[in-house]
């Protein structure tokens, strides 16, 4: 029994030296972990980590499907596209954790196996064998580089640890997958993505996410564009590690054995550069800028400008612009004819460029001509010499036409139909009309708004005009064009510019010309019909053509950005060719554009323009079919010569013979009748049957005497003459012309031509180069006509 109590005795020292021991030792040990904690959190304290900012991303603009158009690298020359989680393949996610760090979603930043592993067999092996850093570990030393050594590596896990304190699994993560090291100046997985594979990061298979899991353990040497052999063998090893790990099985590796290691090296997209310049700046703070454009579409426009520039001299550009009219999203910008040739100034963005836009407001003006019931779409307008309070436009041919319908004048592109319509809607009111939807005219300094505005004689751009185009196949409402995707921004409220139905019989018009140069028929089956509108301006320094269909509007610009003259650049000969070539590469669209219901035909008569059943039968001299917005049919424009208080209806007196007398001539009257005559000023180029000495009854001689004096005549040739040249006389005949009788400007007419004009003394040395029957006409300001014939022997 004593044994027993003794040997208790002697056992019971013992275990309270356990017990002591283990209370000393936790007690040390929480000691430590609170020193630990207090020291991580000091530390943490004193030396935060430097987590990236915004700025050390590279800015991207991207196509509509996220493809890199152009890149504008960090101030270190970086190229990072910014990129989450979710954007990122799960093939990609799988490989990388799966080979570079199973344990990534458990550990704390550090894995205490891996480095137990690294650190055994770097003392074993007397070098680095396996690497023990986590995914976390990887990003620390990405942000903050250590020595190889103990107190590097020491620094780097207190770095991880700081990383896991701060940040979620996903941010670390995403930290990765845009700072990663790819080779050169490619940072990043989706830089790497588009750089080396010229996809997106989502759109990896197995055998490239493998690949690209890799490339960061030595960048240089697995360069995949230089060294592909390597890099399928490094992409093998690691599709080999994922299949003993069951996470790929036999079958999804097969064909992912069998894909080839085929790389490139694009660190510099440059397909939108001069788009991509406005956008960063509009938008400096944004890393990632999602464009409207269609890459595809994008990249052969920009070929087929290129190649279709070579034609032309050097200093010559061009300009693209197509906006699709659904959604009024820009799907290709083209600023220039070649972004890298400074013979041709490729760095001057054409679509925004200040140029004269010659005839191209035409249509806006006739449509709101049309809304406003000025004109409709058959009106009559003259195509005369005509003086608007010291205005006198001529036509790009120098010719002059007559009379013509508002539909033929604006088809023509005829300059001075134009400017009468201008004249009657009024210039300030129509630059207002264009400036609230958008289109803002620029002035010369200190002019105001002006006749000449029509025909060029103001500023625009290519933009601009393509947004108010784009309102023809959006039934007259404009919408600001496109350029980016923004959640934050909300479209604005499109605008009305026409009605629908002016819209439309606007299109219609344009649609009727032909984009071909063959003749007729051939003409119509060669090419889809578009209404399409072509402007020059002045000495040739633009050249313009805007198309629109029921889906895209396409506007085309052409000249020298210095502003200097292309001898024969004009709309219809250098910018509708390129057009047509265009139009090759768009789909055809599906529907056309809807007539609005309130359009219809109906019959009109000249040269009064309204509809025929509201006229008496012998006022109709001529008459058209025309569209009719709402019903209505406004009476046709006075033409410039012309009295606020007159007409085209001419109330006569007549006496019983039937022939004209006047109230101070005579004093009684045996009849009146009313009878439609046409303008004046157009009447040398009215059939003889048609003018007024054939429409209206002879003047009684009674009263003839009262008239003599106010008569404008010709002389310097007899009518009915014959002019012969001298002997031995080649050329033509010169004669000295006198218009006697004249009041203000006089316009002389040969043969119907617009031959010149006199303004003060009324002289004027006419050359005749032909032979046979000769006619002249003069016209002066208060509407007097006179004409003589005569003949030129051979």
């Known amino acids: 029994m004593k044994e027993i109590l003794q040997l208790k005795t002697q056992t019971k020292p013992p275990v309270k030296f356990m017990r002591n021991w283990l209370a000393r030792t936790f007690k040390f040990l929480f000691f430590i972990i609170c020193l630990t904690t207090v020291t991580f959190f000091v530390l943490d304290k004193w030396f935060p980590f430097q987590f990236p900012n915004e700025e050390s991303y590279a800015q991207v603009v991207v196509d509509n499907n996220g493809q890199p158009l152009r890149v504008f690298a960090d101030k270190n020359g970086v190229w990072r596209y910014p990129v989450t ?4 393949s799960p093939f990609y996610l799988e490989a990388l954790i799966e080979y570079e760090d199973r344990w990534f979603y458990f550990h704390p930043g550090v894995n205490p196996l891996a480095l137990f592993r690294a650190i055994g067999q770097w003392v074993w092996y007397g070098k680095p064998v396996s690497g023990g850093s986590t995914i976390t570990m990887q990003v620390a030393r990405l942000f ?3 020595s190889k050594s103990v107190s590097g590596k020491l620094y780097q896990i207190f770095r991880a640890l700081q990383l896991e304190w701060h940040l979620s699994k996903q941010e670390i993560l995403t930290l990765y997958l845009n700072h990663a090291p790819f080779g050169g100046p490619i940072e990043g997985v989706q830089a790497a993505s588009f750089s080396y594979l010229g996809k997106s990061a989502n759109q990896l298979t197995r055998a490239e996410g493998a690949l690209l899991s890799v490339l960061p353990q030595s960048p240089s040497r697995l360069r995949p564009d230089r060294f592909p052999e390597r890099a399928e063998q490094a992409r093998n090893k690691v599709m080999n590690r994922l299949r003993e790990f069951n996470v790929w099985t036999d079958l999804e590796l097969q064909d992912a054995f069998k894909e080839p290691v085929i790389a490139q090296y694009n660190i510099a997209p440059n397909e939108a550069p001069l788009l991509a310049r406005h956008l960063i700046q509009q938008l400096p703070k944004q890393r990632v800028i999602h464009s409207t454009i269609d890459r595809d579409l994008q990249l052969t426009l920009r070929q087929l400008l290129r190649d279709y520039i070579e034609s ?10 197509i906006a699709e009219n659904k959604t009024s999203e820009i799907k290709a910008y ?14 001057i963005d054409m679509i925004r460029a200040t140029r004269s836009p010659g005839s191209t407001l035409k249509p806006f003006l006739f449509g709101i001509g049309i809304d406003q019931g000025i004109i409709h779409e058959q009106s009559m307008l003259l195509d005369v010499p005509a003086n608007f309070s010291g205005y006198r436009p001529e036509n790009f041919t120098k010719g002059f036409s007559g009379i013509v319908s508002a539909r033929e004048a604006l088809q023509r592109s005829l300059n001075v139909p134009a400017v009468q319509l201008l004249d009657a809607i009024g210039p300030h009111e129509f630059y207002t009309r264009l400036a609230q939807t958008g289109l803002v ?5 200190d002019s105001k708004p ?12 290519l933009l601009q005009l393509v947004t108010a185009y784009s309102s023809l196949g959006r039934e007259g409402m404009v919408q600001p ?15 009305k510019l026409l009605s629908p139905g002016a819209a439309w019989i606007i299109g219609d018009i344009l649609r009727e010309v032909s984009l071909s140069d063959l003749p007729g028929s051939l003409a119509q089956n060669s090419t889809q019909k578009i209404a399409f509108k072509t402007g020059t301006s002045y000495g040739f320094r633009d050249a313009w053509v805007i198309a629109v269909n029921s889906d895209f509007t396409i506007g085309i610009w052409l000249g020298r950005p210095d502003g200097t003259p292309l001898l024969e650049n004009s709309g219809r000969n250098n910018a509708v060719p390129l057009l047509r070539r265009v139009l090759m590469l768009l789909p055809k669209p599906n529907t056309a554009i809807t007539r609005p219901n309130n359009i219809a035909k109906e019959i009109i008569c000249w040269p009064l323009g309204s509809v025929r059943h509201s006229q008496q039968d012998n006022w109709c001299r001529k008459s058209k079919q025309a569209w009719l917005l709402d019903g209505v049919a406004p009476v046709s424009l006075k033409e410039p010569l012309m009295q606020p208080w007159s007409s085209y209806i001419a109330t006569l007196l007549l006496d019983k013979q039937g022939q004209r007398v006047f109230p101070d001539c005579v004093s009684e009257a045996t009849s009146s009748k009313t009878i439609a005559l046409w303008p004046v000023s157009a009447e040398p180029w009215l059939p003889i049957f048609e003018r007024r000495e054939r429409l209206l009854p002879k003047i009684s001689t009674l009263c003839k005497s009262n008239n003599i004096s106010s008569q404008l005549t010709i002389e310097g040739v007899l009518a009915k003459s014959i002019l012969y040249r001298l002997p031995n006389q080649s050329g033509p005949i010169s004669i000295n012309l006198l218009a006697v009788g004249a009041q203000g400007d006089v316009n002389w007419f040969l043969n119907g031509e617009y031959y010149g004009r006199t303004e003060t003394k009324h002289e004027l040395e006419m050359q005749l180069t032909g032979i046979g029957p000769q006619r002249i006409n003069v016209i002066d300001s208060s509407g007097q006509l006179v004409e003589t014939e005569f003949t030129v022997a051979r």
Request: glycine share 10%.
């Open 85 to 88: 989680v979710k954007q990122v």
């Open 144 to 146: 903050h580089p250590h």
């Open 312 to 321: 032309f001299p050097k200093q010559t550009s061009g300009a693209i612009l």
């Open 334 to 347: 083209l600023g220039s004819a070649d972004f890298s040739n400074n013979d041709r100034y490729g760095h």
């Open 441 to 445: 005219l620029q002035l010369p300094s």
């Open 450 to 461: 002006n006749l000449s505005m029509i025909l060029g004689g103001a500023g625009t751009n």
């Open 481 to 495: 064009l496109k350029l980016y995707h923004s959640s934050s921004v909300k479209d604005t409220i499109p605008r």
